[in-house]
């Protein structure tokens, strides 16, 4: 399955889930001070989770552009960190929750596409006793499956939060660290996080303070890249059909091969994922400069060339 027909295919989903599928919004967020560029699916729907605006439908999804340079270090040194990737995500303003998350998410990673229920983890927080059952009881997935984890609880700066419950896949040993405690949550590429799926339940303020909010929600996060990678049985995302070509490309224009030493591939996998965030920035506006957007464009720009 190409990157494009698995884009396709999670918004015909959940368009046969009654959600309105709308286009990436831009990079840039709009009357957000607190963000620099968007970098969750979620992003543009703040107001729509507070009720500070109501959504055109109480479903929606999409395959959002996503800029985060948290991890800007990693990239190309791992199987799965972007600077820039595309997430997919469905989301409820006050509409369905847990239960409908929950299972359309199995439905789809079992039967549209068809991955192992053997290899499939899931991670819930601590004292998501209701998250528990539902994996455990509709389901149907052994206990011992379901890790329970103190920091599943996902925000992004002030704004809309909450617990979280993830689905991993086990890509085998021989994909691991080989360490004796390597589980779900190791930092090694064994254990594949393919979606975070988020209980919207309160709005955190700048100071800290979680206030509830009035209606419960869900947000949820798949990354594009890394799904991809599952299917098309590639040992990281720069071999995907979405990344490989300006790997190759890049090989033509500097005259070295992939594959035939880890400074050159580590170096070509930079190349690939900065050359998409700069296009994407780029098209959508953002310009190189001294600070903000801009600043982070340059520093990305720099590294790339570097
Ligand atoms: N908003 C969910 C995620 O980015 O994982």
């Not at 993830?166 to 930092?187: F, Q």
């Not at 070509?245 to 930079?270: M, W």
């Amino acid at each position: 399955m190409t990157g494009n027909e698995l884009r396709k295919k999670f918004l015909q989903f959940f368009a046969s889930k009654n959600h309105l599928v709308l286009p990436s919004y831009s990079l840039i967020p709009e009357d957000d001070p607190t963000l620099l560029m968007i970098g969750a699916g979620m992003a543009p729907f703040k107001p729509f989770f507070t009720g500070k605006m109501k959504p055109p439908q109480p479903r929606i999804a999409t395959s959002q552009k996503c800029v985060r340079t948290g991890d800007i270090e990693n990239v190309g040194r791992t199987a799965r960190h972007h600077t820039f990737f595309e997430m997919l995500g469905n989301f409820s303003f006050g509409d369905y929750f847990k239960k409908e998350a929950i299972a359309w998410a199995w439905e789809f990673v079992t039967e549209h596409l068809g991955l192992p229920e053997d290899k499939l983890w899931i991670t819930i927080h601590t004292k998501d006793d209701e998250a528990f059952e539902i994996w455990h009881k509709d389901i149907g997935l052994p206990a011992d499956r379901i890790i329970r984890m103190e920091d599943n609880f996902w925000e992004i700066g002030p704004g809309p939060c909450g617990p979280c419950s993830e689905l991993y896949i086990d890509l085998g040993e021989d994909r691991g660290c080989g360490k004796p405690d390597c589980a779900v949550g190791c930092n090694c590429d064994r254990y594949l996080e393919i979606w975070n799926l988020v209980f919207t339940q309160f709005d955190r303020d700048e100071a800290g303070n979680y206030t509830p909010l009035a209606k419960k929600n869900i947000d949820t996060g798949a990354g594009l890249e890394r799904i991809a990678s599952v299917l098309q049985n590639k040992r990281s995302n720069f071999e995907t059909d979405l990344l490989f070509p300006i790997i190759e490309r890049t090989c033509r224009v500097a005259g070295v091969a992939y594959g035939q030493s880890e400074k050159t591939d580590v170096s070509l996998k930079v190349i690939a994922d900065h050359a998409r965030s700069l296009t994407v920035m780029i098209a959508d506006g953002i310009l190189p400069s001294n600070e903000g957007r801009g600043y982070v464009l340059r520093r990305v720009l720099r590294r790339a060339v570097r």
